[in-house]
């Protein structure tokens, strides 16, 4: 297979008759006083789609377009990539697409639910069906390695990687659900053994200064976490 032209961005679309001459002029005179990105610039003025782009790229360069909103992969081989040069490069190891499926795949690829559901699963083992005071657990030298703060540790990350603007801790009848509100919509990050909700629920109520004693009155408390 020849190598591909090198060619400019613009160029290469005016050539291919995704926009036209006097569009990229305009585009550049944007893109001069923003200092974005040209594609960027011609996606959010209109004059061409993010597909259109990456469409365009993968014809010049002889390679697949693939549309990662169509596609199902292992998440395992993705990881063979580190998550910070993914986000970095915006790249993963597979064929040219847009950069905003891209970043909502890698949301999605490097999210930490398994993670999370383990560690409810450790946290379920260890408290067996013994009745612990986990109101001394504040005071405890060993605090940050105890499984419930492990757990509500990469709760609030994965909470934070996929832009959620609530947590809900729901104890149901069988189980205990988390669920993240995102953009508006709450979908369940993952479900748990319901006996561990007495830890999560004391746990936050240390964190936020709450009455542990109050299991009846609604309270209202805050605290600041460093992620």
């Not at 915006?90 to 697409?97: G, H, P, T, W």
């Amino acid at each position: 297979m020849a190598r591909p032209e090198k060619i400019r961005l613009g160029d290469l679309l005016v050539q291919q008759k995704l926009i036209s001459q006097e569009q990229l002029i305009e585009a550049l005179a944007k893109q001069k006083q923003s200092g974005r990105k040209l594609g960027r610039v011609l996606v959010e003025h209109g004059f061409i789609t993010e597909d259109e782009i990456s469409g365009s790229i993968a014809r010049q360069l002889q390679i697949p377009y693939l549309d990662l909103r169509q596609v199902h992969v292992r998440p395992e081989i993705v990881r063979l990539l580190p998550e910070q040069l993914a986000r970095r490069f915006r790249a993963i190891v597979l064929a040219v697409a847009n950069e905003g499926a891209l970043l909502q795949f890698i949301d999605r690829v490097y999210r930490r639910t398994e993670e999370i559901s383990e560690l409810a699963r450790n946290l379920t083992d260890e408290l067996g069906d013994e009745v612990i005071d986990f109101g001394a657990l504040a005071a405890t030298q060993s605090a940050e390695e105890a499984p419930v703060v492990r757990l509500l540790q990469t709760l609030f990350e994965d909470a934070l990687q996929v832009h959620a603007s609530d947590i809900h801790v729901e104890p149901q009848e069988r189980n205990l659900q988390i669920r993240f509100r995102v953009d508006g919509m709450l979908s369940v990050a993952t479900e748990a053994d319901r006996k561990i909700s007495p830890a999560l629920i004391q746990r936050l109520k240390l964190m936020a200064d709450l009455d542990i004693a109050e299991k009846r009155l609604p309270q209202d408390g805050r605290f600041i976490l460093r992620l």
